[in-house]
């Protein structure tokens, strides 16, 4: 199966660190791979509603809710591009993987066995020294991988604060480089397993 990239941007900032980071990863892709960049700013999904135990769950058939199943599900690796926000990814991106959960339980969709086998990555950037502080990100990402049978290709971290601050983050540049190849450890800084 050709790779096909879905980068989910779940920033409040246009053009900010996080995008730029990704946006350099994204140019270590072979040209014949597949991109998608998705602002959740620019397509704003609606607040989650949890309706698991009511008999209506039909598939949106426009709107921003189905370019982003569309796109989900078309997709071999899915790239959360989330700023590092109190903690954890941003409200934006929260949103999208909340419609997860009722994506399992519409009709004709099969989303559970169709992410099953394919990737979730991760870039974020935070503005703090320790790298641990992402730890509830990464485990979001994570855990949400693990419970569709997907395989977790790591989140890339970068440090910055002011737009254009994460380009003068030279480690993170460098693992840029080889972030979506998965051959080197470092790639996943600073965890190191997969």
Do not use: C
């Amino acid at each position: 199966m050709d790779r096909r990239f879905l980068f989910v941007l779940g920033s409040s900032r246009t053009d900010g660190n996080t995008e730029a980071l990704a946006r350099r990863a994204a140019e270590q892709l072979a040209p014949s791979v597949d991109q998608t960049w998705i602002s959740l700013t620019e397509h704003p999904l609606p607040d989650f509603e949890d309706v698991r135990h009511d008999s209506d769950h039909a598939r949106p058939t426009e709107g921003d809710l189905a370019l982003l199943l569309d796109a989900t599900l078309a997709a071999t690796d899915v790239v959360i591009v989330s700023p590092l926000y109190w903690y954890s990814v941003s409200t934006q991106v929260k949103r999208y993987l909340d419609h997860w959960s009722g994506w399992l339980r519409t009709p004709g969709v099969d989303f559970r066995a169709t992410m099953a086998g394919r990737t979730l990555w991760g870039v974020t950037v935070l503005a703090d020294p320790q790298a641990s502080v992402a730890d509830p990100l990464v485990g979001t990402l994570n855990n949400s991988a693990a419970y569709l049978g997907m395989r977790f290709g790591g989140v890339l971290l970068g440090n910055g604060s002011k737009p254009g601050d994460v380009l003068g983050d030279m480690d993170a540049l460098a693992r840029a480089k080889s972030f979506f190849a998965g051959e080197a450890p470092f790639a996943r800084f600073p965890y190191e397993t997969r």
